[in-house]
């Protein structure tokens, strides 16, 4: 039996909900499909932060380096630590020392799921570049508190940057319905972005199969809301990629129903997979928490290590759960009663 070792980082607030949840139901997968799953838990987060002053221990990424993936349940508390200190402490850097430079998160509506859209089934792959971009941390701030106080944020792309998640947003076209809609503003930013559509045209020549869109950032909200029955593969940079996920997770029925995948495509290190929800610390440890969107990352992480049938059984779990209703109810035990159920449903699932 093949043993896949997961590094389960809960982090804070409904992230340790709901990964307790995602486990129960990864090991009853593995169990029906003959996989067995070795997790180890780490205790980093801002608690853990609060207590040492650091996110992370200073070996993190070396603990973490030994592991086939990571799963992330949610990190953050700002009343006690700064965003940017727990982002910045945790989660950019495994993303980074990893190369996870693909951001993928799946938008559709769940059979059963009721969007705010009046509009035809969606099924929209956002793809965001996850490493560099608007979010690489170069810049600075010099002459603090002062009335000349200057505060840079340089964005940097680079070509092996932009083409590889260009070409990963081709590939995963080509295995889909085969059209790519590349996302930039390049009409006011005449550097980073006209270089950005140039690489896409490059690397556009060896997909000719791939049919392909070039739009802004502002159009393609409008879009997003108007038609998303018309579009396949989005691919776009991080801060644009991040925009538009968060509408995705809006169309799809909210962030209840929002997963994710940090991943570095060749599998030579270990790739993350987490909720997109938040730590959401008002309802933390109420058994309230929808476990789906966590479930669908544990499911992206099946897929992703190799076990695609479990994967397929999980989501197809999640949407029988769905189609009955369930995931949107509202007792006092959401987080148990929905991970009870597509338990059960996993046994049915073909």
Not at 125 to 130: A, D, G, K, S, T
Not at 220 to 229: E, F, G, S, Y
Not at 254 to 270: E, K, M, T
Request: charged content about 20%; overall charge negative.
């Amino acid at each position: 039996m093949t043993t896949y070792k997961i590094a389960l980082i809960p982090g804070d607030g409904i992230g340790l909900d709901v990964t307790d949840a995602t486990m129960e139901v990864l090991y009853k997968a593995g169990e029906r499909f003959g996989f067995d799953l070795e997790s180890e838990e780490f205790p980093w987060s801002c608690d853990y932060y609060l207590k040492n002053g650091v996110m992370m221990p200073e070996d993190g990424i070396a603990q973490l380096s030994k592991f086939d993936a990571i799963y992330l349940g949610a990190v953050g508390w700002p009343e006690t630590v700064p965003d940017a200190v727990s982002l910045h402490g945790l989660l950019l850097p495994i993303r980074k020392a990893f190369d996870q430079y693909a951001n993928i998160r799946p938008h559709r509506l769940l059979s059963g799921v009721e969007g705010p859209l009046k509009s035809e089934a969606f099924d929209i792959l956002c793809i965001r570049e996850n490493t560099e971009g608007e979010y690489s941390c170069a810049g600075g701030r010099v002459h603090q508190g002062r009335d000349n106080e200057v505060a840079t944020e340089v964005s940097v792309f680079t070509r092996k940057g932009v083409e590889r998640i260009i070409r990963f947003g081709f590939e995963q076209a080509r295995s889909r319905r085969n059209h790519l809609t590349s996302v930039t503003k390049s009409n006011a930013q005449k550097y980073s972005m006209v270089f950005w559509d140039e690489v896409t045209r490059e690397v556009a020549e060896d997909y000719p199969d791939v049919t392909v869109s070039h739009m802004h950032i502002d159009a393609m909200c409008a879009k997003m809301v108007m038609a998303p029955q018309s579009l396949d593969v989005v691919v776009a940079s991080n801060l644009f990629g991040d925009i538009l996920t968060d509408l995705g997770a809006a169309i799809q029925g909210g962030l209840g129903f929002a997963a994710s995948a940090n991943i570095c495509p060749d599998s030579s290190v270990p790739s993350m997979f987490e909720p997109v929800h938040g730590s959401a610390p008002d309802v933390a440890g109420k058994n309230i928490a929808n476990p789906i969107p966590a479930i669908w990352s544990g499911a992206m992480m099946l897929d992703h290590i190799g076990e695609k049938s479990a994967a397929d059984a999980v989501l197809a779990a999640i949407e029988m759960c769905t189609s009955r209703g369930i995931g949107s109810q509202h007792s006092q035990n959401v987080t148990e009663e929905i991970t009870a159920e597509i338990l059960v449903a996993i046994e049915e699932c073909v």
